[in-house]
């Protein structure tokens, strides 16, 4: 498929001061179209993207294929493997070293647990870290708890539930007093005051951030505390390849992990275990680019599942609509939807404008890939096409304004010698964010005993569609609340750790005569596992 | 689509070593996609992808010149040797912020904490490791004037990636210096009334809320 407007032609032809008019008919929908437009070009509603799953809790829901995949895949282990493998016995384990799985395990410490917080890379690399804008909390005066439910709802499209959405937003103040009890600092205004912005979704002020390294801050600071605790153990490059139930197959009762660095299995037995494994894009669905970190990659998904755990919002993903497509490296990466706001313009390989810039992230998302599909986009190959992102226009219109305002934009892209002042900047949707995940309570546990899910391996908070700022404070509300839970189940703990959820679903595989070639969870995605992991 | 390291149908124009693999990239590529390429072993060091997580620590060496950076930071070149190097050990100090009752006696803590930090030899090791262009040595310097809000602002785009604990022959472990600049900054003075207005609010609410209930009963 090569229909485009090859680069060079496309470069020639551009210019930052051609005259592009009004918005074409094309580019202001009316609402009907709008639906139009997002059931025929939103990804979530690709053909052929979502089928129905077959075995387990959720069988007969909707699914996006891939995962639907993962989810109905082999072990990777049974147990002959788990013979004589060492045994380390935990009142807590945390699986996932981003945000959430530090607050948990923090939470979990300060209420007198032991804690092994195990993550697959190195303790802090995540999500979390890359996040930019902020979080979200109702403190300045015009602003309620309420109104926060309110805009969560409906940003979510009414999917979310509200018992969930309640507990978080009314945590955000108490929140934000205990992340600057960890250190964390914040921007504030002269008077003192924590500095808040206005985003998209939001009726009022909320979203409290430290310049635009909100999660750099929060997880150098989380990362920081958990390390120094006396009662929490970390355990680097350990991913979770299977969780353990008791001899019934329906209570969790610990984990296994393998490591990145000399391939031991190990086995934790524990009361309680906190899943906090993040999203999944770099399951890269629907061979779409992405901004997350390397390690996202949908295990907590896979594992909840097969233990018996219930999960919702399987086919509804959250697209952004500009990363970027070139340079290569940084393929998927986000331009901030701040520099749309500043008044930045979307331009096809015609030069002509296509939709309102600031419609809603699916709607623009859905519009690029419309552009895209129907030939009107600026191709550099077989794999790689975009629109522009018309920064120069913006920087003719506001001299010094990306400069001053997008310094990280700036420095990420002069590594790569490419200057957005003079050069437009080709971009397309990427896949940013996993709407769903776990079916969870105000305590962040699943629906089987012993097993927790928080942050955004866990659903039900942000509905169909997640507002800025809630997933920053998701991840430490719910975080404290599960780590606080799971500390005070008093079980007496396991007497038997088995495999018996993994031998119960591949007895349904068997029966509904589905291949069990494709193993899960991905742990890596396949272009980085090469030197390190062997499936 | 997804793997940013596939550059199908062009040749490789560049010859380099990792964890010492011989490997032929593309201009254009980062040491990680590099490394990706050709299934180098032991890359085990790879986050976020956009110099902020601080993972992908690795040792370069370009003839006798040797230093250090961030992999996804730094683009393929011919000759170079690259090794990735394996992840920080657990730090030598020691405290949990909660220890902290008075804002008075931090300077002592301090000093407890981080002895090392006021026999800073000035050998810029520090400031010539970062690849964040932080002047570390200075804010060591500022830290051990008891000057920590200071301090920490040198500290801002820190990305933790220890590369100045490794560089410093005095085991200041100046990263975590920095950081407790910054966490005893927030944790003392930090006292937003906006956020303690509506704080206090929500305390009453339920307060009125339990003492309704207790009526009722
Ligand atoms: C570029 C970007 C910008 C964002 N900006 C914002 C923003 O401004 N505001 C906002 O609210 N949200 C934002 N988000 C979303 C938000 O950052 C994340 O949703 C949130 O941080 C997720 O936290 P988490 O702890 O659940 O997951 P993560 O932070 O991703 O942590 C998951 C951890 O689990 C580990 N893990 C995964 N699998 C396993 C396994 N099998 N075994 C062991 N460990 C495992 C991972 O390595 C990782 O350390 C942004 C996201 C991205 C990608
Ligand atoms: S100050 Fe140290 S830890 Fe921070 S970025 Fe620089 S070298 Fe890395
Ligand atoms: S490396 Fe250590 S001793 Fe050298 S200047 Fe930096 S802090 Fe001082
Ligand atoms: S991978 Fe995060 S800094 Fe390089």
Same mark, same amino acid.
């Given at each position: 498929?090569?229909?485009?407007?090859?680069?060079?032609?496309?470069?020639?032809?551009?210019?930052?001061? +051609?005259?592009?008019?009004?918005?074409?008919?094309?580019?202001?929908?009316?609402?009907?179209?709008?639906?139009?437009?997002?059931?025929?070009?939103?990804?979530?509603?690709?053909?052929?993207?979502?089928?129905?799953?077959?075995?387990?809790?959720?069988? /007969?829901?909707?699914?996006?294929?891939?995962?639907?995949?993962?989810?109905?895949?082999?072990?990777?282990?049974?147990?002959?493997?788990?013979?004589?493998?060492?045994?380390?016995?935990?009142?807590?384990?945390?699986?996932?070293?981003?945000?959430?799985?530090?607050?948990?395990?923090?939470?979990?410490?300060?209420?007198?647990?032991?804690?092994?917080?195990?993550?697959?890379?190195?303790?802090?690399?995540?999500?979390?870290?890359?996040?930019?804008?902020?979080?979200?909390?109702?403190?300045?005066?015009?602003?309620?708890?309420?109104?926060?439910?309110?805009?969560?709802?409906?940003?979510?499209?009414?999917?979310?539930?509200?018992?969930?959405?309640?507990?978080?937003?009314?945590?955000?103040?108490?929140?934000?007093?205990?992340?600057?009890?960890?250190?964390?600092?914040?921007?504030?205004?002269?008077?003192?005051?924590? !500095?808040?912005?206005?985003?998209?979704?939001?009726?009022?002020?909320?979203?409290?951030?430290?310049?635009?390294?909100?999660?750099?801050?929060?997880?150098?600071?989380?990362?920081?505390?958990?390390?120094?605790?006396?009662?929490?153990?970390?355990?680097?490059?350990?991913?979770?390849?299977?969780?353990?139930?008791?001899?019934?197959?329906?209570?969790?009762?610990?984990?296994?992990?393998?490591?990145?660095?000399?391939?031991?299995?190990?086995?934790?037995?524990?009361?309680?275990?906190?899943?906090?494994?993040?999203?999944?894009?770099?399951?890269?669905?629907?061979?779409?680019?992405?901004?997350?970190?390397?390690?996202?990659?949908?295990?907590?998904?896979?594992?909840?599942?097969?233990?018996?755990?219930?999960?919702?919002?399987?086919?509804?993903?959250?697209?952004?609509?500009?990363?970027?497509?070139?340079?290569? !490296?940084?393929?998927?990466?986000?331009?901030?939807?701040?520099?749309?706001?500043?008044?930045?313009?979307?331009?096809?390989?015609?030069?002509?404008?296509?939709?309102?810039?600031?419609?809603?992230?699916?709607?623009?998302?859905?519009?690029?890939?419309?552009?895209?599909? @129907?030939?009107?986009?600026? #191709?550099?190959?077989?794999?790689?096409?975009?629109?522009?992102?018309?920064?120069?226009?913006? @920087?003719?219109?506001?001299?010094?304004?990306?400069?001053?305002?997008?310094?990280?934009?700036?420095?990420?892209?002069?590594?790569?010698?490419?200057?957005?002042?003079?050069?437009?900047?080709?971009?397309?949707?990427?896949?940013?964010?996993?709407?769903? /995940?776990?079916?969870?309570?105000?305590?962040?546990?699943?629906?089987?005993?012993?097993?927790?899910?928080?942050?955004?391996? +866990?659903?039900?908070?942000?509905?169909?569609?997640?507002?800025?700022?809630?997933?920053?404070?998701?991840?430490?509300?719910?975080?404290?609340?599960? /780590?606080?839970?799971?500390?005070?189940?008093?079980?007496?703990?396991?007497?038997?750790?088995?495999?018996?959820?993994?031998?119960?679903? &591949?007895?349904?595989?068997?029966?509904?005569?589905?291949?069990?070639?494709?193993?899960?969870?991905?742990?890596?995605?396949?272009?980085? +596992?090469?030197?390190?992991?062997?499936? | 689509?997804?793997?940013?390291?596939?550059?199908?149908?062009?040749?490789?124009?560049?010859?380099?070593?990792?964890?010492?693999?011989?490997?032929?990239?593309?201009?254009?590529?980062?040491?990680?996609?590099?490394?990706?390429?050709?299934?180098?072993?032991?890359?085990?060091?790879?986050?976020?992808?956009?110099?902020?997580?601080?993972?992908?620590?690795?040792?370069? #060496?370009?003839?006798?010149?040797?230093?250090?950076?961030?992999?996804?930071?730094?683009?393929? @070149?011919?000759?170079?040797?690259?090794?990735?190097?394996?992840?920080?050990?657990?730090?030598?100090?020691?405290?949990?912020?909660?220890?902290?009752?008075?804002?008075?006696?931090?300077? +002592?803590?301090?000093?407890?904490?981080?002895?090392?930090?006021?026999?800073?030899? !000035?050998?810029?090791?520090?400031?010539?490791?970062?690849?964040?262009?932080?002047?570390?040595?200075?804010?060591?310097?500022?830290?051990?004037?008891?000057?920590?809000?200071?301090?920490?602002?040198?500290?801002?785009?820190?990305?933790?990636?220890?590369?100045?604990?490794?560089?410093?022959?005095?085991?200041?472990?100046?990263?975590?210096?920095?950081?407790?600049?910054?966490?005893?900054?927030? !944790?003392?003075?930090?006292?937003?009334?906006?956020?303690?207005?509506?704080?206090?609010?929500?305390?009453?609410?339920?307060?009125?809320?339990?003492?309704?209930? &207790?009526?009722?009963?």
């Amino acid at each position: 498929m090569s229909n485009g407007i090859p680069l060079a032609e496309a470069l020639a032809r551009y210019r930052p001061d +051609a005259d592009i008019g009004l918005l074409p008919e094309l580019a202001d929908p009316k609402l009907a179209d709008m639906d139009t437009l997002l059931n025929t070009y939103h990804p979530d509603h690709l053909r052929n993207s979502v089928i129905k799953l077959t075995v387990g809790t959720n069988a /007969g829901d909707s699914c996006q294929r891939e995962l639907a995949g993962l989810l109905q895949a082999e072990a990777f282990i049974d147990e002959a493997d788990l013979a004589g493998t060492p045994v380390t016995d935990i009142d807590v384990l945390v699986i996932g070293g981003g945000g959430a799985g530090c607050a948990a395990a923090l939470a979990a410490a300060e209420k007198g647990a032991r804690v092994l917080l195990a993550t697959k890379l190195r303790l802090g690399d995540s999500n979390t870290v890359m996040a930019e804008g902020g979080i979200q909390a109702a403190i300045e005066p015009d602003d309620t708890i309420q109104r926060h439910i309110q805009d969560t709802l409906r940003g979510g499209h009414h999917a979310g539930d509200p018992a969930l959405v309640s507990a978080m937003a009314g945590d955000g103040p108490e929140v934000l007093r205990w992340l600057i009890r960890q250190g964390m600092q914040f921007e504030q205004t002269p008077s003192g005051d924590l !500095h808040t912005r206005r985003a998209g979704g939001m009726s009022t002020a909320r979203l409290v951030h430290c310049r635009d390294y909100t999660g750099l801050e929060m997880m150098r600071v989380l990362r920081e505390a958990v390390i120094q605790h006396r009662s929490i153990e970390v355990w680097e490059q350990s991913p979770a390849v299977e969780l353990l139930s008791n001899e019934h197959g329906q209570k969790c009762v610990g984990a296994v992990l393998t490591s990145l660095l000399d391939n031991q299995l190990r086995i934790v037995r524990t009361r309680s275990v906190i899943l906090a494994t993040g999203g999944l894009g770099r399951l890269h669905l629907n061979g779409f680019p992405t901004s997350n970190h390397l390690g996202a990659t949908g295990d907590g998904l896979v594992l909840a599942y097969r233990i018996g755990a219930r999960l919702r919002e399987l086919d509804s993903f959250q697209y952004h609509p500009t990363g970027l497509v070139h340079p290569s !490296h940084l393929s998927g990466k986000l331009v901030t939807e701040g520099v749309r706001a500043a008044g930045c313009l979307l331009v096809n390989g015609f030069g002509q404008r296509f939709i309102d810039e600031l419609q809603p992230r699916d709607v623009v998302c859905s519009a690029i890939l419309r552009e895209c599909g @129907e030939g009107r986009g600026v #191709r550099i190959d077989d794999q790689r096409v975009g629109v522009w992102l018309d920064t120069p226009r913006l @920087e003719r219109a506001n001299p010094g304004l990306l400069e001053k305002q997008f310094p990280n934009l700036m420095t990420r892209t002069r590594v790569s010698g490419i200057d957005p002042r003079t050069e437009p900047l080709l971009v397309h949707p990427t896949l940013h964010y996993q709407n769903g /995940g776990a079916v969870i309570d105000a305590n962040g546990a699943t629906t089987v005993p012993g097993l927790y899910a928080v942050g955004e391996v +866990a659903g039900g908070i942000h509905g169909r569609n997640r507002i800025m700022g809630n997933a920053l404070l998701e991840i430490i509300s719910f975080g404290r609340r599960a /780590g606080i839970a799971a500390t005070a189940n008093r079980d007496r703990g396991p007497k038997k750790v088995t495999l018996e959820h993994v031998n119960r679903l &591949r007895r349904a595989l068997t029966l509904a005569d589905m291949p069990m070639t494709q193993r899960a969870p991905r742990i890596l995605p396949d272009y980085a +596992a090469g030197g390190v992991w062997k499936r | 689509m997804s793997t940013t390291a596939n550059k199908s149908g062009q040749q490789p124009d560049v010859a380099l070593t990792i964890n010492g693999l011989a490997v032929n990239a593309h201009t254009g590529m980062t040491l990680v996609e590099a490394a990706w390429h050709a299934g180098a072993p032991r890359v085990t060091g790879v986050g976020c992808m956009e110099g902020v997580c601080g993972s992908c620590r690795v040792m370069l #060496r370009r003839g006798t010149n040797v230093t250090v950076g961030l992999a996804c930071q730094t683009f393929a @070149e011919n000759n170079i040797e690259v090794v990735f190097l394996p992840p920080a050990s657990a730090p030598r100090h020691h405290y949990e912020i909660d220890d902290f009752k008075d804002a008075w006696d931090i300077h +002592a803590r301090f000093q407890d904490i981080f002895p090392e930090a006021s026999r800073c030899r !000035h050998c810029h090791g520090c400031d010539t490791s970062c690849p964040k262009g932080i002047t570390v040595e200075n804010g060591v310097a500022l830290a051990a004037a008891g000057r920590y809000r200071e301090a920490g602002g040198t500290f801002f785009e820190c990305v933790m990636c220890e590369l100045c604990d490794v560089a410093c022959p005095e085991l200041i472990a100046p990263a975590h210096v920095g950081l407790f600049c910054r966490r005893v900054t927030a !944790h003392f003075h930090l006292r937003p009334p906006n956020l303690i207005y509506r704080l206090e609010e929500l305390r009453r609410e339920r307060q009125g809320a339990t003492l309704a209930e &207790r009526d009722e009963e």
